[in-house]
Every structure is written in structure tokens, then in C-alpha cells.
């Protein structure tokens, strides 16, 4: 069982920055592989990033790529999502999820656990 707490969301201009927290807890946490997913109003939930247990394979989607950056502390066992240059579009839910022994799949249906998620607002 993993159980998630995000947390880091809230209002922020266009081209600013926001760090994103998943905080974890649960024994199987370091050999998990964690995502983010995110929600817009009237959209569809799509994937955003992911990274496996150990912090060596990442994914992301093309539409934040070399923008937002995942990052992993197994020792706090937190992950994070930093969000840099941010436009309206990223205004959504965001969500983190975990899944056992996979690797850094975006199919969202690979995942079991999800945390509650956290707003994030970009105004223009």
C-alpha cells in the first residue's frame, strides 16, 4: 500500500515557477515507480512526467519537456515535480500516482495509487 499527500500548488503569473510535492508513505515507496498526471477543466486527465524507483529513467510528455523536471528523495520519500516557464495551458489538477515495479509508463491505468491532487492556476 502507498498512500500520496500533494502538495505546492496555487496561483502564479505566466512564465513563473512552481515546485510540486508527492509526499508518500508506505513501505513500498523506494520500489515504486511515481507519475504525475494532470486534469484541465473539460479535459481529459493526461500524463505529465514519471520517474522509477531509483531516479535513473524518466518520461515526460512532450508537451512540458524542458520545462518541468521530476526529481525523486527516496530517504523523505517525497517526489517532485518543478514547473518552470509556465503557461495557461498548465492551469489543472495535478495529480501523483504509484505504481509497483514498473517502469516510467504514462498509461494511467498502470498506476494504483493516486493522491487527491493539488490545484495549479496560471494566469496570463
Known amino acids: 500500500q502507498v498512500q500520496l499527500v500533494e502538495s505546492g500548488g496555487g496561483l502564479v503569473q505566466a512564465g513563473g515557477s512552481l515546485r510540486l510535492s508527492c509526499a508518500a508513505s508506505?513501505?513500498?515507496?523506494?520500489?515504486?515507480?511515481i507519475a504525475w498526471f494532470r486534469r484541465a477543466p473539460g479535459k481529459e486527465r493526461e500524463f505529465v512526467a514519471a520517474?522509477?524507483?531509483?531516479?535513473?529513467?524518466?518520461n515526460y510528455a512532450d508537451s512540458v519537456k524542458g520545462r518541468f523536471t521530476i526529481s525523486r528523495d527516496n530517504a523523505k520519500n517525497t517526489v517532485y515535480l518543478q514547473m518552470n516557464s509556465l503557461k495557461p495551458e498548465d492551469t489543472a489538477v495535478y495529480y501523483c500516482?504509484?505504481?509497483?515495479?514498473?517502469?516510467?509508463?504514462?498509461?494511467?491505468?498502470?498506476?494504483?495509487?493516486w493522491g487527491q491532487g493539488t490545484q495549479v492556476t496560471v494566469s496570463s
Open positions: 520517474i522509477n524507483w531509483s531516479g535513473g529513467s524518466t
Open positions: 500516482a504509484a505504481a509497483l515495479f514498473m517502469g516510467v509508463t504514462a498509461s494511467a491505468p498502470s498506476y494504483s495509487y
Open positions: 508506505g513501505r513500498t515507496f523506494d520500489r515504486s515507480t
